[in-house]
Structures are given as structure tokens and as C-alpha cells.
């Protein structure tokens, strides 16, 4: 490497299954070239075609540089010194206290733009000052994480290279080739090795499209599909008696439901002849070690914890858990063992028990309306882009109109931070440090700066502080968020003994030589002792009941109310060339998408007089929007595909809860995937 030249270490902050390791080349003051790195061991060195364009994420001519102050009742903002933004800011957060007596007035949102740990500060920030309003609750993962809560006590994954021992692996309802594609090389490997692969999905996907077998089956419908062949393998005498004997309570209840059942019924919801469920069900009984992965996609239904419960019982049937090359899979953090420390500065008499009140972050304008006693006034938002990714955009739209003040940090003038008082640009990961780990595979690593802050850009950190020093400095002790510490210090505090065993490391600057796969089994579950009250996998689940959910895994029918008006499902799952709004506007990938589409299947646009390329309307009670239609065989004919997450359809998406979430995220999730609409030529 030539003198002026230097490579740093990265992750991926990303809210995203593979968290990437990078490597960035600084040529003097400036990244020139970013690439995987291959000390990584799940991500080895390769990139998704967002990774590599982080070049043009970091250098985009439309990067914020400075902060900017709004002009008065206009869309129009100015540059000001971070020395005024944060005193106006800091007055305002006094302003508020005095008018309230309390600092509930102010509200924090915040979701998943950075996963990076040192990026809690902004939660760190607020917990120093006193109790606030901040939102609970998960757009995301919420019913899927409940649903391995009930049957296994927490969620774990099996690290990918146990792929090498499946002989069957069923990617349901997730769509790795766009979502996850690191995870590639680990299926094509098993593949090599013999294994078949399923996709089970209502698009046929691209990872459809690489599979030995696909399924197309009804939006909402996975847990008839899963109590279907649950069925039929118990008719047949095919389960696993020795794991459900040793290793399962509630199986009698489990049988007694389904013996009870009709297949019929469950074939016609999930769209499958009942030939073709007897087919499955003994080629999952014949191809053991059986490896299921449920997606984030699957559980955005009303139903969608339920049928994550019916898909693990049916893994726990077959035997098909704790056993090399199987498994139930959806999402792990048994390796996010960090204390965040940095959230842990509290005013004198705040503990996480009474510093929040919450609001639902899936049904958030409404509820910041309810709230009145005091109101909110002040809103903080950061890492999110609210009105691309949240429902009932229209709802929230008039919130952040009638908010008195909206401060956002964000690395773009977003459709978010439009509505903001204040901007504040903030750093990249290329020019921070942080740590990030994975919620699906094992490996954590150390993230350095390679590059100085963009323009006048701040990381999260140095605003709290920012922040804290002005407030204490207009009102001694008003805030308790450490002035003084670099983010050097504050990773320190992250290391903890337990960290450092897990990661079997002594010091965690070893992790600027490599990230660092946790010390934990290849296979979850491997010791098949469970996390639950029984300590056993749980068919019947106690404490679901007790929170007023079915013991057992129910198959609970969506019922589209209206289904004479608006007739079609809307399907707006995630894209290959962004990550939810992130990355849409990289100038390359607008060529390869350059309008916001609909796809509709022939059939269906014929029926509607639809031509391919000409504008449609899509509509129900919720609002409308015009898009350009395409056709595509890969829908089926009563559901229409949206992929372009920015602001033009969440006008149509109502805030309905999903059937679980509250136990390990604060909130039920949303259905985002339960929204019907019409269609017709314009
Ligand atoms: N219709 C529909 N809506 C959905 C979904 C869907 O499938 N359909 N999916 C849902 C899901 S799964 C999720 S996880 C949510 C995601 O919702 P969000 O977390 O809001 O989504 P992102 O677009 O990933 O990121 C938000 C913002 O973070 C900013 N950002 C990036 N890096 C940083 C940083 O270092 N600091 C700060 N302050 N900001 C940064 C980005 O520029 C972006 O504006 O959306 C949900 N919304
Ligand atoms: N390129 C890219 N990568 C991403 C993201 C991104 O936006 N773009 N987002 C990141 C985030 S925040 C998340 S949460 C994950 C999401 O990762 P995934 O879970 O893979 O993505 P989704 O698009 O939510 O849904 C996956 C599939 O579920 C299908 N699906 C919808 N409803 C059902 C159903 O009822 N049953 C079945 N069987 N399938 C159904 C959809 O058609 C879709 O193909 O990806 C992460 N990675
Ligand atoms: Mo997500």
C-alpha cells in the first residue's frame, strides 16, 4: 500500500440480515474504493449492490452538509453553525419544561437507518434528561420474535455452514436473493452437497425462481399451509415420537386441535390441492435434516406470530430441531450481549422502569394525538424516515404539520426531514467508530473511521453531547448525558468480561484485526434445552394463554371485510436495489428502476383493460395513488406487487396490528402485508 494510502475496517449498520464487513481504501483525505472484506466469516469478502456503492452514498451531491434551520412557514431552510442549532434546540427543550414541569412534551422516534451501538446515544441522550415520550413496538420483526418466545423461550439461529448437513431447506416467506444474499453461498453450497431447496411465497421470487420446488401460496395463509402437513404427517404415523416425547409439551393438545380440523378447508385457504400437500409432507418427512428459515415477509399479517408457531411445530414434529442441518430460523440476539452502556446515563430518579412514555411506533400519529396531558410538542427523529416507511402517511402528515418543533438527523433532506425545524447532518460509518452485530448470523465487529466527517456532519454521539453541554450551561444539572468522553471511551464501556468471553478476546481493539464470531453452538438449539417455562418446546404455550392468545398454534383466516370494494391484496415487500428508503437515490439503480410500478398478473390487468406501461389507480377506503402498471407472471392474479418504498403508497396502509409482539418488543407489530385495494386504468 502506497505511504499516503490506508485500509480501515467496517460493518454494515444496515437494519439487514447480513451486517457486511468492509474494507475502505483512503487515498489521502479522501475513500476511493470500498470492498468486502474477507476476514469476515460469514459475509467473506463479498458485497450486495448496495455495498458497493458506498461511494456514491458518502459522496452524494445531495448529502446534507450543514446544519439548516427552516424558514418560517416555508419549505425553504437556511444554513446555520451547529453552535445555533443546538442552542435554539436546547432553549427549546428548556421552554418546554418550564411551560410543562416535565420533559414528556418531547417525543423520540427512532428506528433502523444505523444499528450501530453507539448510536443509542440519541436514546442515551433522552433518558439523561428525564422521563420523555418515546415510541415502543417494532415496524419489523415483532410477531415472528413472539412466536419463538412461546415455542423456544428466545430466538436463536444456526450458523449457515450447518446448511452443509440439510437435506431439504425451506425458505418461507423470505427472499434471500434480494434481502439476505449472502446467505447464497451457504444454500448453493448445501445444494452441491444434495440438498433440495423450497421457496414458499406468494410472489414467485427470484430465490423462487433458484428453488428445486415453489408454492405459491395464499398471502396470510402459511399457518393452514403448516397445520395442513402437520396433519397429514401425523395421519400417516410419520412423527418424530422420540423428540416430541423427550423434548415437547402439549402434544395431545396439538394432536386433539388438528385431528379436529379440515384439511379441505386448509387447502382452499392456503391455495394448495390436497395431492400436493401429501406430496410435501412426505418429502419434509423423507428429507431430514429438514432446514426451515421464516422471513420478515411471512409474519407481516394479522396472523402472521400464529402461523411462525404453526411452521416451528411442524419443525418439532418432524424432530427437525437441535439436529445438525435443521431448524425453525427467524432471527437471533443471543449475540448482542452488549450492555449499552451509553443509554445508561439517567436523571437522578429515572430508571428504564419510569423514563418512557410510550406511544406504538406503528401507530404513532394517532397516538401522539391522544396524548394531552402534556402534549407532544417537540419531536426527535432519528435513523427513520416516518412517512416513507410508516402507515397512515396522510394521518402523519397532519402531525408533523401541527407539531410546535421537529428536529431530524439524517444524512439526506428526506421527505421526513422536510417537515423539520432543524436538521442535523450527521456522519456516516465511514467516518465514526461503532460496533455493530448481527440479528441472523454470529459475527460482531469493530467499525473505524476511514474518512473525517463529511462537511460539518456529526456522528449521533457528539450531538447528544452537544447538546448536554448547552443544557447544563443555560440550566446547571438539566441534563446528565457525559459531556466530556470520546467514542473511544464510550466503547470501552461496551466491553464487558462476558463480551470478551463470547468473543474469546482479550481487548476489543483485536477486533480491528477482523470482526469475531461469537463462541456460541453452529446449531441452535443443540443442546435442546429450552428457554420456555417447561424447558421444553412448547406445542402448548401457558404463556401465550395468559396473554389471551391461542395455548396452541390456531390457524386464524384473514377476512378481507371488504372485499366486494377493494378485492386485491397490495404486497409492498423489500427490493434488491434499497434498503426500505435507503439507497433509492443512487443515480445507477434509478436507471434500473427508474418509476415507481405496480405489477399485476396479465390475467387480472387484462380483465381490467389494463395495457402494459399504461397509469392505474390504486385505491380503497384509505386514500389513492397513481402508478405506472407492469405485467408479471410472478404475481398471482388477486395480489399486486409494489417494491419501491418511498412515499407513494403508505397512504393505503391502515395501522393493523399483528397477533403478537408485545412480549419482546413493547407492541404488537403491523400488518403491513393485510391491505386490500382496487384497481383500475386511468
Ligand atoms: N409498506 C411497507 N412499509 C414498511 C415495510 C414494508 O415491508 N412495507 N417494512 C418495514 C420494516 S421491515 C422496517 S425495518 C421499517 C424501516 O424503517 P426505517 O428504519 O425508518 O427505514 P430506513 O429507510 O432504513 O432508514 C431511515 C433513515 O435513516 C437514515 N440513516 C441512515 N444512516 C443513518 C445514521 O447513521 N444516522 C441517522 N441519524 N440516520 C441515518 C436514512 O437516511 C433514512 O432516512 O420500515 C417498515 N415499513
Ligand atoms: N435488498 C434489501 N435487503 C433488505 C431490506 C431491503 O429493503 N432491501 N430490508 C431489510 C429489512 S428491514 C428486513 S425486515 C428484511 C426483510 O427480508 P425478507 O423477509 O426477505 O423480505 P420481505 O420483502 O419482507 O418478505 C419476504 C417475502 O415474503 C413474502 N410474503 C409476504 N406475505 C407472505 C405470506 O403470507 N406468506 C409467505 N409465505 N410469504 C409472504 C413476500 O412476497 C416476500 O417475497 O430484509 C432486510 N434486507
Ligand atoms: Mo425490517
Redesign the pocket.
Known amino acids: 500500500m502506497q505511504a499516503n494510502k490506508k485500509i480501515t475496517r467496517h460493518i454494515c449498520p444496515r437494519?439487514?440480515?447480513s451486517s457486511c464487513g468492509l474494507l475502505g481504501v483512503t487515498s489521502g483525505e479522501k475513500l476511493i474504493k470500498i470492498s468486502g472484506d474477507p476476514k469476515h466469516g460469514y459475509t467473506k469478502g463479498k458485497l450486495?449492490p448496495?455495498g458497493f456503492n458506498y461511494l456514491n452514498i458518502v459522496y452524494h451531491p445531495e448529502r446534507l452538509k450543514y446544519p439548516l434551520r427552516r424558514k418560517k412557514n416555508r419549505n425553504e431552510w437556511t444554513r446555520i453553525s451547529w453552535g445555533e442549532a443546538i442552542d435554539i434546540i436546547a432553549k427549546k427543550i428548556l421552554e418546554l419544561e418550564e411551560r410543562y414541569g416535565s420533559h414528556e412534551s418531547l417525543a423520540l422516534n427512532k428506528y433502523?437507518g444505523n444499528f450501530g451501538v453507539l448510536h443509542s446515544a440519541a436514546e442515551g441522550f433522552f433518558n439523561s434528561l428525564g422521563k420523555t415520550t418515546r415510541t415502543i413496538g417494532s415496524p419489523?420483526?415483532s410477531a415472528g420474535l413472539d412466536a419463538h418466545y412461546y415455542d423456544f423461550g428466545n430466538y436463536q439461529t444456526s450458523d449457515l455452514r450447518d446448511l452443509e448437513h440439510s437435506k431439504l431447506i425451506i425458505m418461507?416467506?423470505?427472499?434471500?436473493t434480494?434481502?439476505?444474499i449472502h446467505a447464497l453461498q451457504y444454500i448453493n453450497s448445501a445444494k452441491g452437497k444434495g440438498a433440495l431447496t423450497m421457496t414458499?411465497?406468494?410472489?414467485y421470487?427470484e430465490t423462487a425462481k433458484k428453488s428445486d420446488y415453489y408454492i405459491q401460496?395464499n398471502?396470510?395463509?402459511?399457518g393452514a399451509l403448516a397445520l395442513a402437513l402437520a396433519k397429514v404427517i401425523i395421519e400417516n404415523g410419520w412423527e418424530s415420537s422420540d423428540f416430541i416425547e423427550n423434548y415437547t409439551i402439549g402434544w395431545e393438545a396439538f394432536k386433539s386441535y388438528l385431528s379436529k380440523v379440515d384439511l379441505q378447508y386448509f387447502c382452499e385457504q392456503c391455495g394448495q390441492a390436497p395431492e400436493t400437500i401429501k406430496r410435501l409432507a412426505r418429502l419434509l418427512v423423507e428429507r431430514s435434516p429438514l432446514f426451515i428459515w421464516t422471513?420478515?415477509?411471512?409474519q407481516?399479517?394479522a396472523n402472521g406470530g400464529q402461523n411462525i408457531r404453526a411452521i416451528n411445530a411442524l419443525a418439532a414434529l418432524t424432530g427437525n430441531i437441535g439436529k445438525k442441518g435443521s431448524g425453525s430460523h427467524f432471527a437471533q440476539q443471543i449475540t448482542n450481549k452488549f450492555p449499552f452502556a451509553i443509554m445508561d446515563y439517567y436523571a437522578p430518579g429515572i430508571s428504564p422502569e419510569n423514563n418512557i412514555r410510550p406511544v406504538d411506533i406503528n401507530n404513532f400519529a394517532t397516538e401522539i394525538n391522544n396524548l394531552k396531558d402534556p402534549p407532544v410538542n417537540f419531536l426527535w427523529v432519528s435513523c427513520r424516515n416516518l412517512l416513507s416507511q410508516t402507515a397512515e402517511r396522510d394521518s402523519l402528515i397532519k402531525v408533523l404539520k401541527a407539531l410546535e418543533f421537529i428536529v431530524v438527523v439524517d444524512l439526506f433532506l428526506t421527505p421526513t426531514a422536510k417537515y423539520a425545524d432543524i436538521i442535523l447532518p450527521t456522519t456516516t460509518f465511514f467516518e465514526e467508530w461503532d460496533i455493530v452485530s448481527s440479528y441472523w448470523h454470529h459475527w460482531i465487529g469493530i467499525n473505524e473511521p476511514a474518512i473525517a466527517p463529511y462537511y460539518e456532519s456529526k456522528t449521533e454521539l457528539e450531538i447528544a453531547q452537544l447538546l448536554s453541554k448547552r443544557l447544563n450551561e443555560l440550566k446547571q444539572g438539566s441534563c446528565h448525558f457525559p459531556v466530556e468522553g470520546t467514542a473511544l471511551d464510550f466503547i470501552e464501556e461496551e466491553f464487558t468480561e462476558e463480551i470478551y468471553k463470547l468473543l474469546n478476546i482479550s481487548h476489543w481493539k483485536q477486533l480491528l484485526d477482523g470482526p469475531r464470531r461469537a463462541n456460541i453452538p453452529r446449531t441452535a438449539w443443540r443442546n435442546l434445552k429450552f428457554t420456555t417455562p417447561s424447558g421444553k418446546f412448547e406445542f402448548y404455550s401457558e404463556r401465550a394463554a395468559q396473554n389471551n392468545l391461542p395455548a396452541i398454534a390456531n390457524y386464524v383466516e384473514i377476512v378481507n371485510k371488504f372485499e366486494n370494494n377493494y378485492p386485491y391484496w397490495l404486497?409492498t415487500?423489500?427490493?434488491?436495489?434499497?434498503?426500505?428508503s435507503q439507497f433509492l437515490n443512487i443515480y445507477s439503480f434509478k436507471k434500473i428502476n427508474p418509476e415507481p410500478i405496480v405489477y399485476i398478473h396479465p390475467s387480472l390487468a387484462s380483465e381490467k383493460n389494463i395495457e402494459h406501461g399504461s397509469l392505474v389507480k390504486i385505491y380503497n377506503q384509505f386514500g389513492e395513488t397513481i402508478l405506472k402498471a407492469h405485467y408479471s407472471k410472478d404475481v398471482a392474479k388477486h395480489v399486486l406487487l409494489y417494491l419501491d418504498?418511498n412515499i407513494v403508497v403508505n397512504n393505503l396502509i391502515p395501522f393493523h396490528p399483528t397477533d403478537m409482539g408485545k412480549v419482546c418488543t413493547g407492541s404488537n407489530g403491523i400488518a403491513f402485508?393485510d391491505v386490500f385495494v382496487n384497481i383500475e386504468k386511468v
Not at 398471502?219 to 402459511?222: C, L
Request: proline content about 7%; some cysteine.
Open positions: 437494519n439487514c440480515f450486495c448496495k433502523s419489523c420483526w418461507w416467506g423470505v427472499n434471500p434480494w434481502t439476505s414458499i411465497d406468494p410472489i421470487t401460496v398471502p396470510g395463509s402459511d422471513g420478515f415477509g411471512l407481516r399479517h404486497l415487500t423489500h427490493c434488491q436495489y434499497s434498503l426500505n418504498h402485508y
